[in-house]
């Protein structure tokens, strides 16, 4: 009987400790700190294992066709988790398969590694980095990620002058939709790919016109995001200060309804005879 009734005081003061451990665990703060564990491992089994090494063999050496592409593509969404440049990737898928599967691969990992990294920033990352999106430019961004995702999402792949982690990352903390996100980023990443990938398939011949169309393709479009990127940072600027300045407008009206002073006006209600003397002057004469 004893030991019963110790089993039992035991088990309740053990509940509320699971119960505290199982919250801090769950916290935003620890889930943040998980997605920058699984970051920085990622990354560091980048470095230390140099899938570049593998590429230069062929990928993988003991297969080919569309098995040796399908693995290909896996990896490469792997690696743009992992911070990989996406150019380099696609360079590599052209060398390796060609144009037409090559860019089938590449947007297929392309598509895979950013659904991956808006998941992880998604579930880890924003509840513990929305309460931080402070100031008018960030909340300005916030707000056009959230209520335009595709078409915002869409612009951003269609001009590089975003790289591509900080965009995932960016759109997962915001409120853009999964599907919004993933149907942007193929699409909008298929003009670039493909001059990459193009380019790589006639690495070997430099000088030939679809080597040198890619390669202008890719410098008017690397300069384009960046006028674009610098003409949408001083839009997004001047809309926030409209957001700003109509909150504070919208404020001041609000304070001046809720004013009794001019709603009710006690001073003339107080004063019968000065109301009276107002509307009939001629009245007493």
Aim: charge should be positive; glycine fraction near 10%; hydrophobic fraction near 50%.
């Amino acid at each position: 009987m004893f030991d019963q009734a110790t089993r039992a005081t035991a088990a309740r003061t053990e509940t509320p400790r699971t119960v505290r451990c199982a919250r801090a665990l769950m916290s935003p703060w620890s889930r943040l700190a998980l997605l920058a564990v699984v970051l920085a491992s990622a990354a560091t089994a980048v470095l230390l294992y140099e899938p570049q090494k593998m590429l230069a063999d062929g990928w993988p050496p003991q297969l080919d066709g569309l098995t040796a592409a399908g693995l290909f593509g896996v990896a490469y969404g792997l690696c743009t988790v992992a911070f990989v440049p996406r150019p380099i990737l696609n360079l590599a898928a052209g060398a390796l398969f060609g144009t037409v599967l090559g860019l089938t691969t590449s947007i297929g990992g392309t598509v895979l590694g950013g659904g991956i990294s808006f998941a992880l920033g998604r579930l880890l990352g924003q509840d513990a980095l929305r309460p931080m999106l402070r100031g008018r430019v960030l909340l300005a961004a916030d707000g056009v990620l959230s209520r335009h995702g595709f078409r915002s999402m869409l612009a951003i792949r269609l001009f590089p002058g975003v790289p591509f982690a900080a965009a995932n990352y960016c759109a997962a903390v915001s409120r853009m939709r999964y599907l919004s996100f993933l149907s942007a980023t193929g699409l909008g990443s298929i003009p670039n790919t493909l001059a990459y990938v193009i380019a790589g398939s006639e690495a070997k011949s430099p000088t030939s016109p679809a080597f040198l169309i890619s390669a202008g393709f890719i410098v008017v479009t690397s300069i384009a995001g960046v006028v674009v990127a610098w003409c949408k940072r001083h839009s997004i600027g001047r809309s926030a200060g409209q957001e700003t300045g109509s909150e504070a407008e919208g404020a001041r009206v609000h304070s001046l309804v809720k004013t009794p002073s001019l709603v009710k006006a006690p001073s003339l209600v107080k004063a019968p005879s000065l109301v009276k003397a107002s509307v009939f002057p001629l009245s007493n004469k």
